[in-house]
């Protein structure tokens, strides 16, 4: 079946833009997470969804980062005015539950100009 | 503090030569511990779920074990194909999982 699909791959945007990325989770996937990775980090935890809780937002680094997710679905992960430090890849993972194994998307590579 | 620390940072193996990929954690309630490789340029691919100290998982040349403290990734007689950044992964009581910052492991025909 389909995997975990991210858009755009690939993002370039000048410092203050705002960007939105978007996951497509794996259907029947009730947990989603998003991360970020930097050159040479361990991934970092952004935020969660389970089913209809509300999210666990405890990773965000800032209050210029949110995210939605639409009918149990799609998630979209907005960065608002977007800094150089910005720039990383974020990854978006679904699972069946919070405890399942994670199915990690490609990935989107942010540059922030 | 949870925390989970992978070793070494790079491996470099001649083909053939086994070795093991090492992940420590400090992690209270631990839920399960996830191996994952990493393409350069691809999002982690799932390797393994351990659960319980003792537990022992085998995918063609790749076995993970577990113990309280500890996972090991052995790598049996490696081809070069199986050069990828390995990550280890931790799930405590909560949503979290705490990564790694992974194993770069390159093989040498």
């Known amino acids: 079946g389909a995997g975990v699909s991210q858009s755009p791959s690939n993002k370039v945007t000048e410092k203050g833009k705002d960007v939105e990325l978007r996951c497509d989770p794996i259907?029947?996937?009730?947990?989603l997470y998003w991360y970020r990775q930097s050159l040479g980090q361990g991934l970092e935890f952004l935020i969660y969804?389970?089913?209809?809780?509300?999210?666990?937002k405890s990773g965000l680094p800032s209050d210029r980062f949110s995210a939605e997710r639409t009918g149990g679905s799609v998630s979209t992960l907005t960065i608002q005015r977007t800094q150089q430090e910005d720039s990383a890849v974020y990854l978006c993972?679904?699972?069946?539950?919070?405890?399942?194994?994670?199915?990690f998307g490609p990935g989107t590579r942010l540059l922030v100009l | 503090e949870d925390q989970v620390t992978q070793s070494p940072e790079a491996l470099r193996l001649q083909e053939g030569e086994s070795s093991s990929l090492n992940c420590s954690y400090t992690v209270s309630g631990l839920r399960g511990l996830f191996w994952y490789r990493q393409d350069p340029g691809k999002g982690p691919e799932f390797l393994f779920t351990?659960?319980?100290a003792g537990e022992e998982k085998e995918k063609e040349r790749l076995k993970a074990t577990l113990t309280k403290k500890e996972s090991f990734l052995h790598i049996t007689a490696p081809k070069p194909e199986d050069s990828a950044t390995y990550l280890c992964a931790v799930n405590r009581s909560g949503n979290q999982f705490y990564f790694g910052t992974g194993t770069s492991l390159t093989v040498i025909p």
């Open positions: 259907s029947g996937h009730t947990a």
């Open positions: 351990l659960y319980s």
């Open positions: 969804f389970q089913g209809n809780s509300a999210p666990d």
């Open positions: 993972a679904s699972s069946l539950d919070r405890v399942e194994t994670q199915y």
